[in-house]
């Protein structure tokens, strides 16, 4: 894929907490996310310029449920990549899961205007992951913490979107059953490269539940091309079941966690 260098790029910029030269304005994306807030900017010529991110459970589902606490991380996240550009962040776009309602599109974008930047685009996460995938066509499915989103895109544009309450939270409650474990506990493991055989074998009627919501969505679309993105989406089989369940090619890029983030800086223009 042709975006899996530019998020690599990214990653790497967020972990070795460094940026790269940069030409025209800085572009701010804030993704309030149920498991992870991330602060991305992009150059004019949307390179990844530099970005931080904090696990969240500040926000579910696209609803803030600690408002205080919300604002806190997004302020910090914008102070550490401010000391790492050395110029301050005063603009940003955000973005919202498809079809929550306008007052809780409110508080999100009063959260970051909160932490002083000014919120001058608010789009749904799927056009933001499209941005960067640069697809015209396909499905996108955005497997996050608490909720799966579903966005057909025709010709640039999203012509239908849905949401189900079903994520990676949904899979560690699977696991923590299973294993008699806490929460917390499953969840580490669930993140564990090492069990990821062991722990996908539990997961996987998940996946194949999502696979066949995500199939039932698509009927009637004319849809060549799955694109999955969202953490949940990390295993290294996930793609493989989704394709077997939908019999429609699956595709997930390199970080899937980091793509719906980036293309929210994409899209920080009026
Ligand atoms: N390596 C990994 N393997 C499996 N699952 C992972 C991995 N890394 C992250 N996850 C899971 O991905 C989920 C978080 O994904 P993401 O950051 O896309 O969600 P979010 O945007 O915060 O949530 P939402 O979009 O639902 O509001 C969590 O459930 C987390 O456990
Ligand atoms: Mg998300």
């Known amino acids: 894929m042709n975006c899996n260098k530019l998020i690599e790029e990214f990653s790497e910029l967020i972990k070795n907490k460094k940026c790269n030269p940069y030409e025209g304005e800085l572009k701010v994306g804030v ?24 696990p969240s459970s500040v926000v579910k589902d696209g609803i803030v449920v600690d408002y205080i606490g919300a604002t806190r991380v997004v302020r910090d996240l914008k102070d550490q990549v401010e000391a790492i550009i050395g110029v301050p962040l005063t603009k940003a776009a955000t973005a919202i899961p498809p079809g929550i309602t306008e007052g809780n599109t409110k508080v999100i974008a009063n959260v970051v205007e909160s932490a002083d930047l000014e919120v001058i685009n608010v789009i749904d996460e799927p056009t933001a992951a499209s941005c960067v995938l640069g ?41 923590a059953g299973f294993m008699k474990k ?13 069990l990821e055989r062991d722990v996908f074998t539990i997961v996987k009627p998940v996946v194949e539940k999502m696979a066949s919501i995500v ?46 983030p980036l293309g929210i800086a994409m899209n920080c223009s009026v």
């Not at 060549?224 to 077997?244: H, L, Q, T, W």
Request: glycine content about 10%; some cysteine.
């Open 31 to 54: 993704d309030l996310g149920t498991a992870n807030i991330v602060l991305s900017v992009v150059d004019s010529n949307n390179r990844p310029i530099a970005g931080a991110m904090y």
């Open 135 to 175: 697809i015209r066509d396909g499905a996108v499915v955005d497997v996050g913490g608490g909720t799966t989103g579903i966005s057909i895109i025709k010709d640039g544009k999203v012509v239908f979107t849905a949401d189900e309450p079903t994520g990676g939270t949904h899979m560690t409650l699977v696991l």
């Open 182 to 194: 806490s929460f917390e506990e499953a969840e580490e493991m669930k993140k564990d490269k090492s």
């Open 215 to 260: 199939s039932k969505y698509i009927q009637g679309y004319d849809v060549d091309a799955i694109y999955v993105v969202g953490g949940a989406c990390c295993f290294n089989e996930f793609e493989r079941i989704f394709k077997k369940e939908t019999k429609v090619d699956t595709i997930k890029p390199i970080e899937p966690l980091l793509v719906t």
